[in-house]
């Protein structure tokens, strides 16, 4: 997943001149139909059949930890069946509220995913790479 500008402003600020960060406790992962942008902005998320952010608790339990800048999920994260479809997801975001709020990492899916009615999207582990990297 790539860092968005609000995340790595934060690292950033926190690292040269010490500013304190209190990151989120909780983060939630999102879907989107549409590209996001590096500010966290262009996303379009499924309204209706069910869809919602999944909750995931910002813990070593939830990611691994970091090597060589970067780090995976540790756990699957699964969101509910939809009960109806949700469209073509193309991306993946972590966020700091169940609904707006701000994002912090985003990826493209390696393919993009039709989400019709009575389909469970899921994250299994080690499926998200974040990652701070000189790319």
Known sequence: MSVTYLSAGKVLDFNFGATSYTPPGTLYMGVSTSVI???GSGYTEPVGGAYARVAVTNNKTNFTVASNGTLSNATAITFVESTAAW????????????????????EALPTPKAVAS??????????????????
Request: charged content about 5%.
């Open 87 to 106: 469209g073509t997801i193309t991306y993946a975001f972590l966020a700091d509220a169940l609904t707006a709020g701000n994002v912090y990492w985003f």
């Open 118 to 135: 009575a389909t469970t999207v899921l994250f299994s582990i080690g499926s998200l790479v974040i990652s701070m990297t000189n790319a």
């Open 37 to 39: 942008q590096p500010d």
